[in-house]
């Protein structure tokens, strides 16, 4: 039973709420179940049903409390948060939102297209239920969309506007919150068949409660904490969104109004956040939504009904106006790398690591095994994964990754200049990649090592996936001698083309790969091609090469490295070196913050999908780690030489499998 709601007025109400309950629910995509949970933001998804709750309680005031709501009222109730539900994810992308109610919110999680897509979904969900009644409460529900977005779009014509006036405020909260409460009473009294006057006093009621519900929230934005919200607040001034109390505050502070005629820094929002607060525009606010809650009461004064449940109808909207929190939210959490603090990997793994690179001739010193661009890439303040069950696996996989970054090397190394020895370069790594292990087509380090690698990398994995790890190694080569190309042409491109340039050579295949071998699991494709799993993917990728673009610029800058974001953005717009590092500082910050709430909703996924068949747990694992390597791969020792380093000479690995166009290449048998 909601609080304040008196059961001895409303016997009904817990029970009729758990049949709205029962009627909400996903959106069912037909014949595409993985999908659902676009649609299902979980179980406290609805927990307050405010809407819900208006609609029932206008119907008990205008018929008998005692007797159950009709199953008409019901489905009213079900459809008006349902539509509630489905604007919530247009708000969310619209304001660039991580959270809705203390979880990550669907545009992080799906992205923001499918956001918009699957809000649009469930909100004529509830359009269709209300059509299903009558023709009355479908054209109510359009009139009180077609406000819903009116508000919407006053709001974002004035944004830094720091000359908004009052009556715009009040027409963007009267569209974008009021109208769908004013609806939920409306439809509710609408079931009971009472006169219109009744009708239009109880949408009055609702009208004017959602008011005061919006200027109390926004209230909170500038008062409260996110913990007790459960969601992100005093997010209002930054984005431009200048609410009462900022504009009362802006009308009589010179200084508040010139901050707020553009975006702010950080700083400054700080600084305009402390100017409301001492301005005394809250408490102002918070009067004119006492004034919105006296004319609330007068609508409802005006219905001939029990003064009983009129009061008790008052103290439940009072009651939720005096909310301090939104009800228990889960903490945001970051994630992090599990393990305690270290210098690097384990001894043991880490000496086979400095042999396995001296045996196969990768490196020919000690010093060389500890060059830093190879094995330091795994030296940093924590051990990023946790330690593997089988330590040939572990060896295998670590391998593998120093392996993946040597050959980085090769096609970057500046000193790699004539574009004939680029092809070369790329056609003799596709012939090692694809010679019979047995029968190395050249000896060399490259070849050895390749030899040495492959059967423990295919032990125990499925043909197709041997196929797609030899595919994606290939691409990959083919990517890199792209990128030489451009380097050696001083071709910049633009920050459009960046991404799905810098992703084609990222490695992204087979580093999943390696942490699939490192577990010793195998992701099926079906939910590789999960749009969650593929955004999930692209935001590690993302974050992990645009940070090494900002800690390599300089490296990069000397070597004319053509893939980097900063340089992109540099040519692109003209601006300076330091415009173009904040600008990808903002926007690799953006993309983390998403990654870590992202990362955070994986097992509720995996939970819900589709035959996981109990392996969600597995597969939670492997997406983690390999979010832990993007999130924390900027910690490692990779870009800083240290004394015991000493760098390979990587014209000598590139000869011994150089296979220029006129030599056919080699076929494994």
Not at 162 to 179: C, F, H, N, V
Request: with cysteine; net charge negative.
């Amino acid at each position: 039973m909601p609080r304040e709601i008196d059961s001895a007025v409303f016997p009904h109400l817990d029970a009729d709420l758990g049949r709205v309950r029962d009627v909400l629910g996903p959106v069912q995509l037909r014949g595409r179940p993985e999908l659902t949970a676009l649609t299902d933001q979980g179980p406290d998804t609805s927990r307050r049903l405010v809407r819900p709750t208006l609609t029932l309680l206008s119907y008990y005031l205008l018929t008998d409390p005692a007797v159950p709501a009709d199953d008409r009222v019901v489905r009213a109730a079900a459809a008006v948060e349902l539509m509630h539900l489905g604007s919530l994810y247009h708000d969310d992308v619209v304001d660039h939102a991580y959270e809705r109610r203390g979880r990550p919110s669907a545009n992080v999680v799906w992205g923001s297209h499918m956001a918009v897509l699957g809000g649009d979904s469930v909100t004529f969900s509830g359009m269709r239920m209300l059509a299903e009644l009558g023709q009355r409460e479908v054209l109510a529900a359009m009139i009180a969309g077609e406000e819903m977005c009116a508000g919407m779009v006053i709001e974002a014509a004035d944004l830094y506007v720091a000359s908004r006036s009052e009556q715009s405020y009040l027409d963007t909260i009267d569209g974008k919150t009021a109208a769908v409460l004013s609806l939920a009473c409306r439809v509710g009294a609408m079931q009971a068949g009472r006169s219109e006057d009744e009708e239009q006093a109880l949408a009055g009621f609702g009208r004017h409660f959602g008011l005061a519900y919006q200027l109390y929230d926004d209230i909170l934005d500038l008062t409260s904490t996110a913990e007790e919200m459960g969601k992100p607040v005093n997010a209002d001034l930054p984005e431009g969104i200048y609410t009462l109390p900022v504009i009362r505050a802006a009308a009589r502070n010179r200084d508040l109004a010139n901050l707020l005629r553009s975006r702010m820094t950080g700083e400054q929002a700080a600084r305009a956040h402390e100017l409301v607060i001492a301005s005394g525009a809250v408490d102002e606010a918070r009067a004119v939504a006492e004034e919105f809650i006296d004319q609330a009461g007068g609508h409802l004064a005006a219905v001939a009904v029990d003064p009983r449940a009129r009061h008790a109808m008052t103290a439940y909207v009072r009651s939720i106006l005096d909310r301090r929190t939104s009800g228990p939210a889960v903490p945001a959490q970051v994630t992090q790398p599990p393990g305690a603090h270290t210098d690097g990997l384990p001894p043991q793994l880490a000496q086979w690591l400095r042999s396995w690179l001296v045996d196969t001739g990768l490196a020919v010193t000690p010093a060389e095994a500890e060059y830093h661009r190879w094995i330091g890439a795994f030296w940093g303040r924590v051990q990023i994964l946790p330690p593997a069950a089988d330590a040939a696996r572990e060896q295998t996989a670590y391998a593998m990754a120093v392996l993946t970054l040597m050959w980085d090397d090769l096609f970057e190394d500046p000193q790699l200049r004539a574009p004939e020895a680029v092809t070369a370069l790329r056609r003799g790594m596709v012939a090692t990649l694809r010679q019979d292990p047995e029968k190395p087509w050249r000896s060399g380090a490259i070849p050895t090592a390749w030899a040495s690698l492959w059967p423990r990398l295919r032990e125990g994995r499925t043909t197709r996936w041997q196929e797609r790890f030899l595919d994606g190694i290939e691409e990959w080569c083919e990517a890199a001698e792209r990128e030489a190309h451009h380097r050696i042409n001083g071709y910049i491109p633009s920050t459009a083309d960046y991404l799905p340039l810098r992703m084609s050579i990222s490695g992204g295949e087979t580093a999943l790969a390696c942490v699939e071998v490192y577990q010793d699991r195998e992701l099926p494709s079906k939910l590789r091609n999960h749009p969650v799993i593929r955004r999930l993917e692209e935001l590690v990728f993302f974050v992990t090469f645009v940070e090494n673009d900002l800690v390599g610029l300089d490296q990069d800058e000397a070597d004319q490295v053509p893939y980097n974001l900063v340089r992109a953005v540099r040519h692109e717009t003209g601006c300076t070196r330091r415009e173009a590092v904040e600008q990808v500082q903002r926007q690799v910050a953006e993309q983390r913050a998403q990654l870590e709430a992202l990362i955070r909703y994986v097992p509720a996924l995996f939970r819900v999908l589709p035959g996981m068949s109990g392996r969600g747990k597995n597969y939670t694992e492997i997406y983690v780690n390999l979010a832990n390597v993007g999130l924390w791969g900027r910690e490692s020792g990779r870009y800083e030489q240290t004394s015991a380093s000493a760098a390979p000479d990587l014209e000598r690995l590139r000869r011994e499998i150089y296979l220029p166009a006129a030599e056919p290449a080699p076929t494994a048998g």
